[in-house]
């Protein structure tokens, strides 16, 4: 498990684009018949992938953790962005297509991860945070989400908010979590741009069209930072930074956070006239 600290806002303004890259982004989620695990200190959020091909995969207990079982004192929210695929908690399986989420609480001790077909995998995006409290398993189709159109085209950021795990929709102790899709000729995401000290956020950028890539933005207010994203990378966004990315084409991203509440409008916005 890749394991990432903490850096502060004074140092991170005067970062270069590699050390801005080697902090913030995670280069490559999905590897074939592999589990990857990026373990962050923000949060203690673990931003992960689940890439089963030929193989069953099972969650590992990583030696960091210090725990029993990798869920012993987490939970773990899951979203497919690949083929039809199921997951398993302690028996209980959830088959889901593309876009289906799978929640799996606390004290779940055995969780594995299969395809369909090795022709088309199942890509499980995964996002576990500390939890001190069990919550049911629960799967959730793209289908039951609840969604939300924001913004215009206009001002290039029509999009659609698909919440999964949040208050009114998957129970969670800490975890809120959903994705979002620009429609055609909308390139920008959440802009205006907000930050929540309350919580961290993660990101991890898909259905990007080949030869295009995301702008994403990072960094106080009125100190941004950018980073070129690519299919399939994750980004890890701290408390304090904004979070926000312009395509060059039209694309997709899942978003995820832990911390201090799961009220998912607990936002500060920022004027765009303020930013830097
Ligand atoms: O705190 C919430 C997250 O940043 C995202 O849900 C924002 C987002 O998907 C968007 O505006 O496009
Ligand atoms: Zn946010």
Redesign the pocket.
Known sequence: MDYRFEASRKEVSTFTNQEIRDNFLIEKIFHADQIQLTYTIYDRMIIGGAMPVLNTLHLPNPEKLRANFFLERRELGIINVGGKGTVTADGESFTIDKLGAVYVGRGVKEVSFSSESSDNPAQFYLLSSPAHANYPNAKLDREQVSTVV?GSLETS?H?T?YKYIHNEGIQSCQLVM?L?ILEPGSVW??MPA?V?DRRM?AYLYFDVTPGHAVLHLMGETTETKHIWVHNHQAIISPPWSI?SGAGTKNYS?I?G?AGENKD?TD?DFAEISELR
Request: neutral net charge.
């Open positions: 924001l950021n999009r908010i959903g979002t995401n959440t907000h929540h956020e979070h991203f978003w956070m998912y936002m």
